[in-house]
């Protein structure tokens, strides 16, 4: 009997591309449950798998799009079950510790998400072109929370970074430790392009800002920023002015701006009071990747994990 039940199912598994349409769902229902991967009592199956990249291109949509969002999701794909094998060591360690959630977090994340989104009804049709459900996102979020909780808890809360290892990072450091050139400016908002050609002219003529602002009741907000922090059309503007120049107008979104440079702040070499609390963030950093890394390879030692997927 074992032995026709064998020979069913591997009639089953060559015959897979023959199937009449109404049979599909269930071959793919039968791939989705294969086992790829056993860690201690729990399994991971291929839609766990499926899922997690679902999940995990749901939350890049937010940053990237389009060829960028594929990139991104494949690039991934090759570390995806090493990932989801640490998660789950993670999640059981919670599970050990009796680590809760706080509900009203994963409800916030759910809605955080949703505001991507016109309606809640387009909300639920990507997830449905995904094959995940609210339900699906819901449960992944919890666990993501689950193993932050945790983390902090074994990991992080235990980190010091003492204030001679800051002092030492910094006389070692110092060189590299400068500020970046700032740039002060006024930008002028205007509601049409011809008023600010208008603008931009009778500024370069010598006519005064205040005297201007006056006449044309126009908005002027003041500026201090970096290369890299505005968009790349106005840095292409504004990182080409010299002191006191006037820029053409530039639209942005249904507005026009004129930018006027005020003054160019240089590099410079930062004190230790300055950069104290960057040094203190970087170390905190480092030690809580070598520490997280060391805490998940003691994790792996003491488990049983066989990966079943070729």
């Not at 679902?54 to 999701?73: A, D, N, T, V």
């Not at 290892?165 to 970046?180: A, D, G």
């Not at 800002?209 to 790349?232: F, M, P, W």
């Not at 979104?253 to 230790?272: G, M, Q, S, W």
């Amino acid at each position: 009997m074992a032995r026709k039940i064998f020979l069913f199912l591997l009639f089953i598994a060559i015959c897979d591309t023959c199937l009449p349409a109404g049979k599909v769902r269930y071959a793919k229902l039968y791939a989705e449950d294969k086992i790829i991967a056993i860690i201690n009592c729990d399994v991971i199956t291929q839609k766990d798998l499926n899922d997690f990249l679902s999940f995990m291109g749901m939350q890049l949509s937010r940053e990237y799009s389009g060829r960028e969002l594929g990139k991104r999701i494949q690039s991934m794909k090759q570390d995806l079950l090493d990932k989801l094998i640490e998660d789950r060591l993670i999640l059981q360690e919670a599970k050990k510790n009796n680590i809760r959630v706080d509900e009203s977090r994963v409800k916030a994340r759910i809605n955080e998400i949703k505001k991507h989104y016109n309606s809640d009804t387009e909300f639920k049709d990507d997830l449905a072109k995904q094959g995940l459900t609210q339900a699906d996102i819901e449960s992944r979020i919890r666990e993501q929370l689950l193993m932050y909780n945790i983390v902090e808890y074994m990991v992080k809360d235990k980190i010091v970074v003492r204030p001679d290892e800051v002092t030492s990072f910094y006389n070692k450091n110092t060189k590299e430790l400068v500020s970046e050139e700032e740039r002060e400016l006024e930008a002028i908002i205007l509601e049409n392009e011809d008023l600010a050609k208008t603008v931009s002219y009778e500024l370069r003529t010598g006519q005064k800002l205040v005297d201007l602002a006056t006449k044309y009741s126009l908005t002027v907000n003041t500026i201090k920023t970096r290369q890299g922090e505005l968009r790349k059309d106005i840095e292409d503007v504004v990182f080409k002015l010299g002191i006191s120049e006037i820029s053409n107008p530039v639209k942005i979104d249904d507005k026009y701006c004129v930018f006027k440079l005020d003054n160019i702040i240089p590099a410079r070499h930062l004190t230790l009071s300055e950069s104290q609390d960057k040094i203190h963030a970087f170390l905190f950093e480092q030690k809580m990747q070598e520490e997280l890394t060391k805490w998940l390879d003691e994790l792996k030692q003491k488990s049983y994990i066989k990966i079943l997927q070729n």
